[in-house]
T-cell receptor
Framework: GAGVSQTPSNKVTEKGKYVELRCDPISGHTALYWYRQSLGQGPEFLIYFQGTGAADDSGLPNDRFFAVRPEGSVSTLKIQRTERGDSAVYLC?????????????FGQGTRLTVV | AQSVTQLGSHVSVSEGALVLLRCNYSSSVPPYLFWYVQYPNQGLQLLLKYTSAATLVKGINGFEAEFKKSETSFHLTKPSAHMSDAAEYFCAVSDPGDTGFQKLVFGTGTRLLVSP
């Protein structure tokens, strides 16, 4: 497809389990972002990739959260030992290049529910 | 640190009426400002952005916003609301920091309700 694709669209998991969320950016986009949107809140920055490297992971809440982008395209957000507070919509966005004014294109998100 | 405040979690208008969604920002440097719209079960879509050029910015779907430095505001307007404008609207500021990328700080959003 032409847009940012995120899978799964919905994920329900039990507390303590491990989950992986996948993001397929727009082809050719070098910049990739993950955000988290809790109920009733705006999205919050988690991590930014330029190419394969995580250029800024200052938004990751703790060491249970980790993200990779091994080939500079698809990215996976990994959450270990999930907690109920991790329940949120996880958004991925990509841009053709870095830059403060460059438009970021968002996917539809993965809704994670931890029960 | 940069921050954004959106006054009013919900705004209700009648079809054909003026739409005004408020956004105030806090930034230690000249900001880059954005408005995004989120329709149900869809991703965020950029409506418009201010990047230090013209202070009146025109976006898609008839929306526009005016950057007012003296008021630290970037309110979103549309002269005549349409039913299809019903959605959640987010204002965001790009955190400059020392980075060269777009690290967005979002407001809490305003849900626009349009009645016939």
């Amino acid at each position: 497809g032409a847009g940012v694709s995120q899978t799964p669209s919905n994920k329900v998991t039990e507390k303590g389990k491990y989950v992986e969320l996948r993001c397929d950016p727009i082809s050719g986009h070098t910049a990739l972002y993950w955000y988290r949107q809790s109920l009733g809140q705006g999205p919050e920055f988690l991590i930014y990739f330029q190419g394969t490297g995580a250029a800024d992971d200052s938004g990751l809440p703790n060491d249970r959260f980790f993200a990779v982008r091994p080939e500079g395209s698809v990215s996976t957000l990994k959450i270990q030992r999930t907690e109920r507070g991790d329940s949120a919509v996880y958004l991925c966005a990509s841009s053709p290049r870095p830059g403060r004014s460059t438009e970021a294109f968002f996917g539809q998100g993965t809704r994670l529910t931890v029960v | 640190a940069q921050s954004v405040t959106q006054l009013g979690s919900h705004v209700s208008v009648s079809e054909g009426a003026l739409v005004l969604l408020r956004c105030n920002y806090s930034s230690s440097v000249p900001p880059y400002l954005f408005w995004y719209v989120q329709y149900p079960n869809q991703g965020l879509q950029l409506l418009l952005k201010y990047t230090s050029a013209a202070t009146l910015v025109k976006g898609i779907n008839g929306f526009e916003a005016e950057f007012k430095k003296s008021e630290t505001s970037f309110h979103l307007t549309k002269p005549s609301a349409h039913m299809s404008d019903a959605a959640e609207y987010f204002c965001a500021v790009s955190d400059p920091g020392d980075t060269g990328f777009q690290k967005l700080v979002f407001g809490t959003g305003t849900r626009l309700l349009v009645s016939p």
